[in-house]
């Protein structure tokens, strides 16, 4: 009987020899895996559980349709923009994570400032106020940046916002992307990237540390690159991929990615969130629509009037001009 370990090995290995999208027969596959026609089978059980569908066809063998692009530590580093690179002090590309923001909020306190965790897949990605995060192996990208600030938790004002600004540029501007055009691209308040009103990707932006002097912040950042099989149905509202408007690879726009964050860092770093509170607005999704803004006691309804000097979300109300910031609010467009 085949260990956890080694079948472990065996599932991923089988992916990497699928990952062309061709047909490969199931005695081929055995015999490279040195496993037999029985076992091959059951690893394919196994992929479904990766959320990986492989197509059978009598003659022809088995392949997952359309492929699949894994990454690529060597390619990630090569395609990162030059001025980027010193900053990094380390990425680790890995198949399978609870998390990468844990992953990196976890190491000592000495080895965060530039660190990178990046992973096929996450078995419990994390979205804002503890939601749960869909993230399928080997479809989208899943990418956190630790980084030590100086100043204290009121130095950090915008800064999740500051990130979605940063996402969009690795989405539009880098000429190796050729991604979404801006105008189809939107932000939502307070971390949330759109493609046409649905859900492309997301941020999450923890702090530890000393809250009123130097503190380690960890970035992450969710996108859909590629999404396919189960996974899409466990998806709880409208979404999108990068797929639909542009054929860059996931090692492409990861590096693009890592560049578009470091370098808004030193920016913000600098001048905070105000070098960024005009981009932003431009991408405002909601700014003058009707909206309803869910507290934790309470529910109020108002027209959005974009965001503050901080990042701040304004609101006007029967009441006059309400001002929100992050934490546990929650912003919806009335229907």
């Not at 969710?222 to 996931?250: K, Y």
Request: charge should be neutral; charged fraction near 20%.
């Amino acid at each position: 009987m085949i260990g956890d370990d080694v079948a472990q090995v065996i599932e991923k290995n089988l992916v990497r020899h699928l990952a062309d999208g061709q047909f490969h027969s199931g005695q081929k596959l055995a015999d490279a895996l040195g496993i037999s026609r029985t076992a091959i089978w059951k690893q394919f059980k196994k992929l479904e559980m990766l959320g990986l569908s492989v197509e059978v066809q009598r003659g022809k063998g088995y392949r997952l349709p359309g492929g699949i692009e894994l990454l690529d530590r060597k390619k990630i580093l090569d395609a990162v923009p030059s001025q980027a690179r010193p900053m990094i002090s380390g990425l680790m590309v890995l198949d399978e994570i609870d998390s990468t923001n844990r992953q990196i909020s976890s190491l000592p306190e000495s080895e965060r400032h530039g660190a990178i965790c990046m992973a096929e897949m996450q078995s419990a990605g994390r979205g804002r106020r503890g939601r749960s995060w869909s993230s399928p192996f080997g479809r989208n990208i899943y990418l956190s940046l630790g980084w030590q600030f100086e100043g204290g938790a009121a130095s950090l004002e915008g800064l999740s916002l500051a990130v979605g600004v940063a996402v969009c540029r690795a989405l539009t501007t880098d000429d190796s992307v050729s991604a979404p055009t801006s105008e189809a691209l939107q932000l939502k308040w307070p971390n949330d990237i759109l493609y046409m009103g649905r859900k492309l990707g997301g941020v999450l932006v923890e702090v530890q540390g000393d809250l009123s002097g130097d503190c380690y912040v960890t970035i992450g950042v969710g996108l859909n690159h590629r999404m396919a099989g189960a996974a899409i149905d466990t998806i709880g509202q409208p979404w999108a991929d990068v797929s639909e408007v542009s054929s860059v690879s996931r090692n492409t726009l990861a590096a693009a990615l890592i560049g578009a964050l470091i370098a808004m860092i030193q920016i913000f770093e600098s001048n905070g969130f105000s070098a960024f509170k005009e981009e932003w607005s431009g991408y405002d999704g909601y700014k003058d629509k009707a909206v309803t803004v869910q507290t934790v006691t309470t529910s109020i309804a108002g027209i959005c009037r974009g965001i503050a000097h901080n990042g701040a979300l304004l609101v006007e109300t029967g009441s006059g001009r309400e001002t929100f910031n992050g934490g546990e609010v929650s912003l919806r467009v009335q229907s």
